[in-house]
């Protein structure tokens, strides 16, 4: 097993188009982080440069103490899973398992009893020992998916690199992978790397989360504290489902402190972050909500809002909740299924003011009420 180790690295294709910005990642061994972030944000060519299939433009890249930028894909103890599956459509599963081992059978130093036992055991521990006969046009997508990702494990690798593995599965199947994934990075121990543009996958798979946008790192930590603390507007709204409502006004003086005027609605802010928010009085601001701190009924350090119902859609045990404000600026809650509400009512709901997020406007607008670039924080 080995750590990786990505040092500014940056990749620019012909034309001057940069496709990663001076990213920098220090993953642990053993460790499952996830980098996330909308299509064409990056997270695919730089886990392409780590497994050595792009080359990089500057900066450096480390898989335990040595630096691989020139090393060839073979030489750098990586196994990589895609997206399309890419076995093969005329050999059974069992030889699909078996063909890289086999090819580097003298190399690897490996006898045909040992590479029969790894198969085996690769097969046993996806479940997929009853498919070893069929050829991959015989199996379903999940299972294409798992014969994939065995195919990965036989081969032992210091570093395992996902690339949108489940992008083709169905809800179902993705849950199902996902856990199974998940379970087997953990008895392996190897530092796997995971692209995804399903922040759900991240926020579920990743020991830590690196999220992308137009080819740079914003934020890169634990999902939670990415979750509860992101460091600017653009981090906040793609983590979380639904995602993150945002209200724009400006902070004002209300009262014993301060208030945010959502142009048609006050809504006080909590003491303890009104005292850092002082220097920011009557500036263009964005407040944060998340679905989750829009409830329907209130409590201390709630402030009222006045909405009308446009949608509601039930999910089960709760239900999401579409709302216009009275200055026609839609928000979404989610709130106890059993609630009564129709489509058309004016009602308030309360805001939970100490979940709320300060933001400084604009589309990646830094979140004053975090204001630090903590351990395991990355911004540009």
């Given amino acids: 097993m080995a750590s990786v180790t990505l040092e500014d690295v940056t990749k620019v294709y012909p034309g001057g ?62 196994a990589m899973v895609f997206q399309n599956y890419a076995l093969y459509p005329h050999m059974t599963v069992y030889k699909n398992l078996a063909f890289g081992l086999k090819l580097r059978r003298r190399e690897l130093g ?13 097969a046993a521990s996806l479940d997929i020992e009853h498919l070893l006969d069929r050829r991959p046009k015989e199996l379903s997508g999940g299972q294409r998916q798992r014969v994939a990702v065995g195919r990965a494990i036989v081969r032992s690798p210091k570093v395992f690199l996902f690339d949108e593995p489940l992008s083709n599965l169905d809800a179902k199947l993705r849950v199902e992978m996902r856990s199974g994934i998940k379970r087997l990075q953990r008895e392996l121990g190897t530092t796997t790397i995971y692209v995804t543009h399903d922040q759900e996958e991240a926020m579920t798979l990743g020991d830590r989360v690196a999220v992308m946008k137009d080819g740079l790192l914003h934020q890169f930590g ?58 920011f009085v009557n500036r263009p601001m964005v407040i944060g909500i998340r679905p989750d701190a829009v409830g329907l009924l209130s409590d201390d350090g709630f402030a009222a809002l006045r909405v009308r119902v446009a949608l509601v859609e039930p999910l ?65």
């Fill in 17 to 78: 188009v940069t496709a990663v910005d001076r990213v920098s990642l220090a993953i642990s061994d053993r460790e499952l982080v996830v980098l996330v972030g909308p299509s064409g944000c990056g997270k695919s060519t730089t886990l392409r440069m780590v497994a050595g299939l792009e080359e990089i433009t500057s900066g450096a890249i480390r898989i335990g103490e040595r630096v691989v930028n020139d090393t060839p894909p073979k030489d750098r103890d990586i």
């Fill in 110 to 122: 490996l006898s045909r009893a040992q590479i029969d036992a790894k198969v085996r055991a690769a």
């Fill in 222 to 279: 634990p999902p939670m504290e990415i979750y509860e603390r992101p460091v600017n507007r653009f981090v906040a709204g793609f983590l979380g489902t639904p995602p993150m409502n945002f209200l724009e006004g400006r902070l004002v003086g209300g009262g014993d402190g301060l208030e945010f005027d959502a142009g048609g609605a006050r809504l006080a802010l909590p003491r303890s972050m009104a005292g850092r928010l002082g220097e």
């Fill in 316 to 380: 089960g045990d709760r239900k999401d909740v579409y709302l216009t404000t009275s200055s026609e600026t839609s928000l979404v809650g989610r709130v106890d299924g059993r609630a009564a509400m129709q489509e058309g009512e004016e009602m308030n709901v309360y805001i939970d003011m100490q979940r709320v997020h300060v933001f400084d406007s604009g589309e990646n607008g830094r979140a004053v009420t975090t204001m630090r670039n903590g351990a395991g924080a990355s911004v540009h």
